[in-house]
């Protein structure tokens, strides 16, 4: 089953939302961001701009008929700067006029002085100055303290992770029209379309019901339109539903680099204390997370850090402690892994160094240490069906693993200029929002006379292929062409209250709450059938568009049954609501069971550096990887491909900078590497793990957006042990991204 859309994108019929055809008079928004990263604002002068000929209004924060706030954890961002600003890029004001250049135009005519303080860039520097957005929290298992004293050995170390650009080739944006009643209609490219409902209510000051959000699909999310598309979102409305007239916003690659948050940069220190043979006893750490101007949804990323902090290993003695710093960069975000990410590159630094410093393989260390089932996570939940070992089991078989050691060895031994270096990487990823009442879908199925049928969900497809999925489960469970199956676009005023597309819990949440609408309109259309044969229901079954009486096939097709059903006056129309069972959270003891289930999975990355220049290739990632049952392979693949790809870019290349005032520096294209095709590993094998698949996934086939991201830490490893083999003297450390330029310093560094 290939995705649905796929012909369409390669033909470019998508519609994405800068593709929707604009009405007559539609307006066009360019907003002011403010030039520095920190200060007062000392004058603000927009009558100028207001002036020029072509534009309607420069909104400034006196215009906003609600609230002038759009923090959707915590009530501490301002849609328009008042008074202070907190990061380069803030959104000061927005011009709107007759059209971009127009407004463009404009928006060199405002007269903004703002008095510059001094900005803070660095987490630790922030927590020194008491800077933090929320108080900070610790998970605990066993007792650190006294477990080092049994220790045979102890590490310390310290380890650094940067940020990263969501490069989603569709920039933020939105498109909104007044419609009756004081009701506004709202197009926008977002992950979370209650959220954009819910801040746009505030911000104009008008009910939920008068607001209707509609979603066809992103050009990709990766978590930056989780919350920020609320942001912009709300601007577009408030202009329209001022001047009532639509109005549009598109924002400019530029732009949405400078303004929108990325991925949390993490600096953390660690302590790790092992016995003689190799079992981690205790494991220490503090990380500290760049949080940007405003939380965001950092304190929920800063959560989720902690729950990934021991990533698919046991460790009796465990304390880690996180705070979410407060600095002058746009408010950081969601990103694939949403802090798990970051929590694990410090477990995994932490072995690494322990395995530098004992001078063996980090593999070593790793295996010796994977979670068993029964096993406490240090949030209190047992560890079940565990199949990080299988994994690697699996692994060892399938790519000959040995062999390949010894190759690279081989290698190296030979070569001068040239060295391979390998790495295992294992993972374990929480299936669920940690937040427990967000795991709640709704789906709103139609069968239409004609036998085709529609479904509306709260999912948000942004390529990942959920539509697909969605498809396939009604088609399932009816047995029916899957051509008749249509995905609506996403609305607020179809299906309501939904939690953002995220934490890769889309298909789950959603594809449930299909299932269950479905199942209850194929009992009714079961008993409609019965009515028609003259027979019990239980004798009904549907099979390849066919009613069949106790297995055997009758002339009753699909588009008859729906047809007589209707006219029996029977409704052909249901609404699922799915709730995760089982999951729950205590805050006030940090114990609970947040997570329906875990992913595992384990990869073998091997890179080849060019001692002389610095840079490296990916040779290949080879994976085992826990699927469940997959109901759809082909796009689940694509995931992973997707995601290895984003996660080795995110260690090695891509570096964001900003300079010490808060500007942006790597604010293009031409400053920001991604990875292209060159980049990526010339060889991704990934194979299936044969298991059965858990109760709470969908037709247990597990969640599969997020957790592949973590493979690609393995490349920031493989690129250190070649590193080792050209030079004995480095001191291993721990600072990503990797980047060429970094690694020809410490090729050539002197202890
Ligand atoms: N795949 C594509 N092509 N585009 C995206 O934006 N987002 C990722 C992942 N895969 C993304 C993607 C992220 S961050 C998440 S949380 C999941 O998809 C969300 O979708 P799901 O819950 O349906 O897996
Ligand atoms: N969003 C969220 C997420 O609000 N809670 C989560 O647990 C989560 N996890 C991953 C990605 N987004
Ligand atoms: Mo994904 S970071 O949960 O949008």
Redesign the pocket.
Known sequence: MNNIDSINHVRGKSVYLDDIPVQKGTLHAVILGSPVAHGKILHLNISKAEALQGVVKVFTPKDITGINQIGGIIEDEPLFADGEVHFNGQAVALVVAKDEHTARKALKLIDLKIEEHEAVIDPRTAKEKGLLLIPPRTFRLGDVASAWSKCDYIFEGKAESGGQEHL?IETQGAYAYPVDNGSIKIHSST?GPTAVQKTISKVLGIPMNRIEVDVAR?G????GK?DQASGFAAMVALASFVLQKPVKLSLHRLDDMRMTGKRHPYSSDFKIGLSKDLKILAYQTTLYQNGGAAADLSPAIMERTLFHSTNCYFIPNTEVTTYSCKTNLPPNT?????GGPQGMFVIESAIAKAANELNIPAKKIQERNFLKDNDEFPYGQIAKSVNIGNCLNSANKLFEIEKTEKEVAEFNSKNEQFKKGMALMPICFGISFTNTSMNQARALVHIYQDGSIGVSTG??E?????NT?MAQIASKVFSVDIKRVKLESTNTSRVANTSP????????LNGNAVLIACNELLKRLKSSAAKMLNCNADEISLKNELVLKNGQATDIGWEKLIMTTHLSRISLTENGHYSTPTIFFDKTKEKGHPFAYHVYGTAIVTITLDCLRGTYEIDDVLIVHDFGNSINPTIDK??VE??VVQGIGWVTMEEIAFNKSGKLLSNSLSTYKVPDIYSAPKVLDCQPLETEGPDFAILKSK????PPFMYGIGAFFAIQNAIKAFNPNYKIDFDAPLTPEKVLMRLYSKA
């Open positions: 989603y992950q992103l990709g999310g990766f978590g989780e969601a990103f694939r892994g949403f999912a948000i942004m390529g990942q292929g959920v999925k597309t995220a934490a890769s819990s889309g298909a789950d694509g995931q997707g995601a969640a599969v957006g997020e």
